[in-house]
């Protein structure tokens, strides 16, 4: 089955990749692997998940933040991959940023959002290796924020 075709069975609408918002690149190409830019908790309307996890949001807010990094994250590889994401060879990793409190200690429930969220769409090319982290304060106050590399044929 084609990435396409996975994610209009799992109901998901890709958004136009962000544009950065300082001076960085969204992604950027070495050899094989893309390595792209933290994407912050945008859902689909472009409206920002913000807050501390675990005071501010509850973890399954915390873990909607996360499957929106997913999304955008798709969002930034169909662009980098010219829209045909059948290209994409592995998921290599994800590092995934949790706003949150220091008594806070489920990062890792959170970023498994995406985590899981990305081997649905891409199977077993889709299984990465994953760091989740606290963080005290996110970019515009974002609940989650993620960092990803692949390898594209």
Do not use: W
């Not at 509850?58 to 010219?82: E, M, R, S, Y």
Request: positive net charge; glycine residues 8%; hydrophobic residues 40%.
């Amino acid at each position: 089955m084609s990435i396409e075709n996975k994610l209009k069975e799992l109901n998901i609408i890709l958004p136009e990749a962000p544009a950065p918002v300082g001076s960085y690149v969204a992604f950027k190409m070495v050899d094989k692997l893309l390595f792209i830019s933290g994407q912050i908790s945008l859902d689909t309307n472009g409206k920002l998940i913000k807050g501390k996890v675990g005071s501010e949001i509850d973890i399954d807010t915390g873990i909607k933040a996360a499957k929106a990094c997913c999304i955008n994250i798709i969002a930034q590889l169909k662009k980098a991959c010219g829209g045909n994401l059948n290209k994409v060879k592995s998921c290599i990793q994800l590092a995934g940023y949790v706003n949150s409190d220091n008594n806070f200690t489920d990062q890792p429930k959170v970023i498994n959002g995406a985590s899981e969220l990305m081997t649905k769409i891409f199977g077993d090319i889709g299984i990465h290796t994953r760091s989740a982290v606290s963080s005290n304060s996110l970019p515009l106050g974002a609940a989650v924020e993620i960092v990803s590399i692949f390898e594209i044929n």
